[in-house]
């Protein structure tokens, strides 16, 4: 029995477990000029229902929207903007150069090299997650 | 104890297996790596120092305002090496790293004891709207201090990319960030007597740009010195 009490205790904390989280959060550095800059990080879903991603708040940056940057396969690429990011159960999903990112845009301050900037990611289920993203020079 | 029903038994069992799965799944799940690793750069694609022919079709000379004051023409860097980009600066993700790989080039370049004084890398706005000439040189130093930008007027643009083939359109994709521009994204390699020899896209391996352009510091050399 006391096996059995174990075992619901672990199923009660197993939905802490596979909480949506995010790691590896960094802005590109970009000139002091700059208008725009762009945001990455790795999303992982350990649970068993898929969620999306539906937006964003980074400090220091006005807006900041859902953007992947589409190859054409004609030569060029492409800018689309989105509103949501799905979130596949059990899986995850990376924002890295050259495809999904997040457009930081309006950035208020420059950024620096090394500073840290924390920000809010916004899912249809999970609610709000907090992120840190690391200012990075690529 | 002896005369436990079997049913205890096999809910026992079932209790006692079903934490040892969650135990190894948790486990797993906690000291596994992503299971989709963030890709490699690829092999680098071995550049023929023999296949370096003349693009046809498309570059030429010009002239632009520059960044380091008055006007530059690609006619006055004969003798140089030229690692030409076109992009715009409000671009936050593509334009930033093929700039970054130019300027990582052009480290590598120094590093293995080439004359980076013989290569001029520039980078030419196809957004003369928004993009300004202060704002143009201070963008273009951040990737590269050799860096320096054009801007030239609107139709000085549109005549500039139609020469080099520059696809650039201009969408409105409802983004807070205003227009953004469907583009290629080609660093142009333009040898010592200003012709293009190769097209290096962003899926390159940067060692594509940084042999070439070894290529064409020897050839020119060779031409030289008979």
């Known amino acids: ?138 | 104890m002896a005369d436990t029903p079997p049913v205890r038994h096999t809910l026992r069992n079932a209790a006692l297996a079903l934490a040892g799965a969650l135990l190894v799944s948790i486990t797993l799940w906690m000291t596994l790596p992503p299971e989709a690793p963030i890709a490699e750069p690829s092999a680098p694609a071995a550049v023929d120092p023999d296949s370096l022919p003349v693009v046809a079709g498309l570059g030429g000379d010009f002239t632009l305002p520059a960044t380091t004051g008055g006007e530059l023409s690609l006619a006055s860097l004969r003798g140089k090496v030229v690692l030409l980009n076109f992009g715009f600066t409000h671009c936050p993700d593509v334009c930033p790293m093929v700039l970054t790989r130019m300027g990582n080039a052009l480290r590598e370049l120094e590093r293995e004891g080439a004359d980076v004084s013989r290569v001029q890398p520039l980078f030419v706005t196809f957004d003369p709207e928004r993009d300004t000439l202060a704002g143009l040189k201070e963008y273009v130093a951040f990737f590269h201090p050799a860096l320096i930008g054009l801007r030239g007027s609107v139709e000085q643009t549109a005549a500039l990319t139609k020469q080099y083939k520059v696809i650039h359109l201009k969408q409105d994709t409802g983004s807070a960030s205003g227009y953004v521009f469907r583009h290629s994204d080609f660093v142009y390699v333009i040898d010592t007597e200003g012709r293009v020899r190769l097209l290096v896209g962003s899926e390159d391996p940067e060692v594509a740009m940084v042999a070439a352009v070894k290529r064409l510091l020897r050839d020119a050399d060779r031409k030289r010195h008979g």
């Open chain 1, 1 to 138: 029995m006391r096996i059995l009490a174990a075992l619901l205790i672990m199923l009660a904390v197993t939905p802490a477990l596979a909480a949506i989280t995010v790691t590896d959060g960094w802005v590109r550095a970009m000139p002091p000029g700059a208008k725009n800059s762009a945001g990455y990080l790795e999303i992982r879903n350990p649970g068993g229902a898929a969620d999306e991603l539906l937006g964003a708040r980074i400090d220091g940056v006005r807006v900041t929207e859902l953007h992947e940057m589409v190859d054409a396969g004609d030569g060029t690429k492409y800018m689309q903007h989105r509103n949501t990011i799905a979130v596949p159960a059990s899986g995850h999903v990376l924002l890295a150069p050259g495809g999904l990112h997040l457009m930081l845009i309006d950035l208020q301050r420059p950024l620096q090299a090394g500073e840290k900037l924390g920000g809010t990611l916004h899912f249809r289920k999970a609610g709000e997650v907090k992120v840190e993203m690391e200012v990075r020079m690529p």
